[in-house]
């Protein structure tokens, strides 16, 4: 293969793919909408944004903030400004100009009212978005709706300084591509083949396999071709639709031939099975997804499917922490700037202006003003909110319950999380069996995720009761940490037998039980023991005490009585 | 850009009906699009109002009335007498939207530089006569959610705060969409929607890449892609038109209406919300067919959408609504 264009790069290594990202999405910026580079601070990412700006001229390169406000998106007066020259002084909105590249710094903390106007943006060709995921939590990413609209999805995690040295096209190499973009054929072609793969991959959407073909067809250009050929499929596929894997492809093509009769399944359960999914079966052309699949480094999807896996409960319902600010009561208003969101308390700022007036008249006589306010009166109105609740269901699904319990136990859980859901509480739940507690589903108000997940919880095993509530305590400290008000809803027996180094040691479980039950209880998180056993023993009793939780047991409640129980408990404890 | 062309979109034919049927009938209400992304929610919505024709405002009025209209309103137009033609408003409502932005609040700039009391119109001002949009309408707020359904409902925005008292009229469509895998909205809210669709990605390849093969043509060329489309769209508008003009002549018959009533009965529908909306839709309907008495069929075709979001539902049961929706059809009109 004879190329005119520039360096060839290693599809194998992961520093050559983010550079051939950056390269390719300086190419056709407006139509790949941007980029998601997953990796900690560090000089690697700051090797990779160095020759961002670079490559994206003559786009501008601007930070935006995700608590950008309004008026800085948008454009709006400046009311400080405005307030001294005595005239209208705007200020222009990033969102509004020209086409501009933003970088979009700790995108994971962005919230969806940041996202969505993002996506507006984008989805209006308004420019081109790079958002930096600094990742330290799996389960906090980007709002979904941004990461649909970044064509790559790029991580710079586990390489090397000394990889680093590869520096991809030049500006006068990017800027050649971008007058070939238009000669480059196949567009349809490769999409074609795009959608293949997507299907096989399980990806729904049909973004990705039309934002591929964009960057395959850029990837050509850069490279010098008159058409995508096979190199230029395997760089979209690797950088557009293998992250966005939802499962592995049936025969996966470094394995043999013989393919496993039984698909591989990298997550049990987290939302594949819609049914709008995908069925492989039928559909595929199964000839060029295993051609595309072949082209990829060995292992990729594999990697990805396990970070997935891991990870699962990342990315899709990141829970909002709504601004309390926005409802509740009105508090006492208080000086303040403006900014987004909040209120001028017009009154308050009128009264604190009001004493100046005679001495600031004499200091501007030439003022037609018939009230001369200066930024300091601004008065902010304020509001009281009350915090979102989240409810975080800690439930033991090991062989001691799961024989008798485990059905009246989900009985009962499906009526709590009905009434959570009609008063608009969040919930969470962990379970517990076998050598460690699992989040089986983070803060959400949907619904079909939690039905979904409830009934494909499986039971047996021993019961690893010190990891079951110390996932509970530190969801639970995350929650707070995102401005939730979090309580745990225990239900065990209260009898576990393995330790939190997932030894089967009753003494070292015990202790690590009662070592978190005590630093649950000094955080002062409201905790509720639901016994589930048949015949309630004090070990749970006891539990509960350490917790200072209340105790229930659930022999004596049935499932109506039990959710007023905790209806009851919570309202006294918030 | 020029949105996509309405009758370029593949498939998703019930998504296009439900806004079709609401650009012959506002009345209807708002329509629930919830579904995966990337399927041509907010396309459509844009679409739709390329589509629809262009409405005739008074110059420079904010809040899009006609001149018949436009006796006591604020806008302070030199003319109130001269009329533009301006294209259907669509509406984006970003969340995290402030309730200021969306109502309107005091015109800070004016009150500040020229000491004046006057009102900022919001983006409900701006709907007034189109249509609202909100993607993620179940991330929104609460408290905005109700406060748009109040004003959807009554057609007006009432505005009381800060000294200030308002009123003018808001008549929009509100389009929600969004996907329930985030979040849900609160029955109450569900409701309140007209009609309600479901979309899903293309289960067909072949429909997947002509879906992508168009977006590319019109990506790469939009003003040819849109000239190819033009006659079909203008076609579409046409019927809509006439559409609108048949509606208070296409008839119901007393069977129709208890039809109505029995199949919201059997599914037991709170309140007369479903079956008002059942009837309109069906009409809107049968006037799009150009048929001259609303019929059956044409309630079977409705009722999927018109009623799917009103089943009084446990949370948690596994079968979907549309499901349980086309049972009872079957039930209620076996006969």
Same mark, same amino acid.
Request: proline share 7%.
């Given at each position: ?7 060839p ?99 994971d903390?962005?919230?969806h ?13 308004g ?6 995921d ?11 709706s ?63 396999p ?5 960057a ?18 395997a ?37 594949t ?16 997804v ?19 896996s ?107 999380l ?6 608009r509480?969040?919930v ?26 409830l ?34 809803v ?22 690590d ?36 939780a ?25 | ?35 995966d ?24 009025c904010?809040y ?21 033609m ?21 015109d ?5 530089t ?22 993620e ?12 359904l ?18 003018h ?9 969004g ?18 669709v ?32 033009r ?31 029995? &199949?919201?009965?059997? %599914?037991?529908? *709170?309140? +007369? ?5 059942? !009837? #309109?839709?069906? $009409?809107? @309907? ?6 001259p008495?609303v ?11 018109? &009623?799917?979001?009103? %089943?009084?539902? *446990?949370? +948690? ?5 549309? !499901? #349980?929706?086309? $049972?009872? @059809? ?6």
């Amino acid at each position: 293969m004879t190329k005119t264009g520039v360096d060839p790069f290693d599809l194998a290594n992961p520093w050559h793919r983010a550079v051939a990202a950056r390269d390719i999405l300086a190419v056709d910026s407006l139509a790949l909408g941007g980029l998601l580079l997953r990796a900690r601070h560090g000089p690697v990412r700051t090797r990779w944004l160095d020759g961002l700006g670079d490559a994206l001229l003559p786009l501008p390169l601007r930070r935006l903030h995700p608590q950008t406000p309004d008026e800085a998106l948008y454009g709006a007066i400046d009311v400080a400004a405005t307030l001294q020259a005595g005239q209208t002084v705007r200020c222009s909105g990033v969102l509004t100009g020209p086409p501009t590249a933003v970088v979009v710094p700790m995108a994971d903390t962005a919230e969806h009212g940041f996202a969505a106007r993002l996506s507006q943006w984008l989805d209006a060709r308004g420019g081109v978005a790079i958002a930096l995921d600094e990742g330290n939590d799996p389960d906090e990413r980007a709002p979904a709706s941004l990461m649909e609209r970044l064509a790559f999805h790029i991580s710079l995690d586990n390489i090397a300084l000394r990889d680093i040295g590869f520096t991809g096209a030049t500006p006068d190499q990017i800027a050649a591509a971008r007058a070939a973009l238009a000669k480059v054929q196949d567009l349809d072609r490769v999409c074609e083949q795009f959608v293949n793969i997507a299907a096989a991959l399980g990806i729904n959407s049909l973004r990705p396999p039309a934002m591929a073909g964009r960057a395959a067809v850029a990837a050509a250009a850069l490279a010098g071709l008159p058409a995508p050929e096979e190199p230029e499929i395997a760089l979209a596929t690797a950088l557009v639709l293998a992250p966005r894997l939802q499962r592995l492809p049936e025969a996966p093509p470094d394995a043999d031939s013989e393919a496993p009769d039984e698909p591989p399944a990298p997550k049990e359960d987290s939302g594949t099975s819609d049914p709008g999914a995908f069925d492989p079966k039928d559909a595929p052309d199964e000839v060029s997804v295993e051609a595309a699949m072949a082209q990829l480094p060995p292992g990729l999807l594999e990697e990805i499917a396990r970070a997935l896996s891991s990870g699962k409960k990342g990315g899709r319902s990141r829970v909002v922490a709504t601004k309390a600010a926005a409802r509740g009561r009105f508090a006492p208003s208080r000086p303040g700037q403006i900014t987004a969101g909040a209120r001028i308390d017009l009154l308050a700022t009128m009264r604190r202006a009001a004493p100046w007036q005679p001495i600031r008249r004499r200091t501007s006589p030439d003022s037609t003003a018939p009230i001369l306010i200066r930024p300091e009166d601004i008065a902010i109105s304020r509001r009281r909110g009350r915090a979102e609740r989240v409810a975080i269901f800690a439930v033991d699904a090991s062989g001691s319950t799961a024989m008798g319990r485990l059905a009246e136990c989900k009985g009962a859980i499906e009526l709590l999380l009905a009434e959570a859901y009609q008063r608009r509480d969040h919930v969470a739940m962990i379970i517990f069996r076998g050598l460690k507690a699992e989040v089986l589903l983070p803060p959400t108000r949907s619904l079909v995720q939690t039905k979904r997940r409830l009934a494909s919880v499986p039971g047996g095993g021993p019961t690893p009761l010190a990891s079951g509530l110390e996932q509970a305590l530190l969801l639970a400290e995350a929650s707070r940490h995102r401005g939730m008000d979090p309580s745990i809803v225990l239900m065990t027996d209260g009898r576990g037998n393995i330790a939190l180094d997932g030894s089967a040691d009753r003494e070292a479980a015990l202790a690590d039980l009662q070592d978190i039950a005590d630093a649950v209880r000094r955080r002062g998180v409201p905790a509720m023991l639901i016994d589930i056993a048949r015949l309630p023993r004090p070990a749970a009793s006891a539990l509960a005490e350490r917790l200072a939780a209340s105790y229930l047991p659930l022999p004596v409640v049935n499932a109506r009585s039990l959710s007023e129980a905790v209806q009851s408990q919570w309202d006294t404890t918030h | 850009m020029q949105p996509y062309p309405f009758s370029a979109i593949v498939g998703q034919a019930e998504m296009k009906e439900a806004l079709v049927l609401t650009a012959i009938d506002p009345s209807i209400g708002g329509v629930l699009v919830f579904g995966d992304r990337g399927t041509g929610k907010s396309t459509a919505v844009r679409a739709l109002a390329a589509l629809l024709p262009a409405i005739s405002a008074v110059v420079g009025c904010p809040y899009n009335r006609t001149a018949d209209d436009h006796h006591g309103c604020t806008c302070e137009t030199e003319t109130p007498k001269k009329e533009e033609m301006r294209p259907t408003p669509v509406v984006d409502l970003p969340l995290g939207a402030t309730e200021d932005r969306l109502v309107g609040a005091l015109d800070i700039e004016r009150a500040l530089t020229r000491g004046e009391k006057a009102f900022e119109p919001g983006l409900l001002a701006r709907a007034n006569r189109g249509y609202l949009y909100i993607d993620e309408v179940n991330l929104l707020e609460d408290h905005l959610v109700d406060l748009l359904l109040d004003v959807a409902a009554s057609g007006e925005n009432i505005v009381e705060r800060e000294g200030l008292s308002f009123r003018h009229p808001a008549k929009f469509v509100i389009v929600g969409s969004g996907n329930p895998e985030e979040g849900e909205l609160r029955p109450q809210l569900l409701d309140r929607f007209g009609l309600s669709v479901e979309v899903t990605s293309p289960r067909e390849i072949s429909e997947r890449v002509e879906v992508i093969r168009r977006r590319n043509a019109y990506e790469m060329d939009t003003r040819a892609f849109l000239k190819r489309w033009r006659a079909t769209d203008t076609r579409l508008r046409n019927t809509i038109l006439d559409a609108r003009s048949r509606l208070a002549d296409t008839a119901a018959a007393d069977e129709v209406l208890e039809d109505c009533a029995r &199949l919201c009965i059997a %599914l037991g529908s *709170d309140g +007369l919300r479903g079956e008002l909306t059942l !009837l #309109r839709a069906a $009409r809107a @309907l049968a006037a799009y067919d150009g048929a001259p008495a609303v019929g059956r069929e044409h309630i079977i075709r409705v009722a999927p959408m018109a &009623l799917r979001h009103r %089943l009084r539902r *446990d949370p +948690l049961d596994e079968a979907g609504s549309t !499901l #349980r929706v086309r $049972r009872i @059809l079957d039930e209620a009109f076996a006969a």
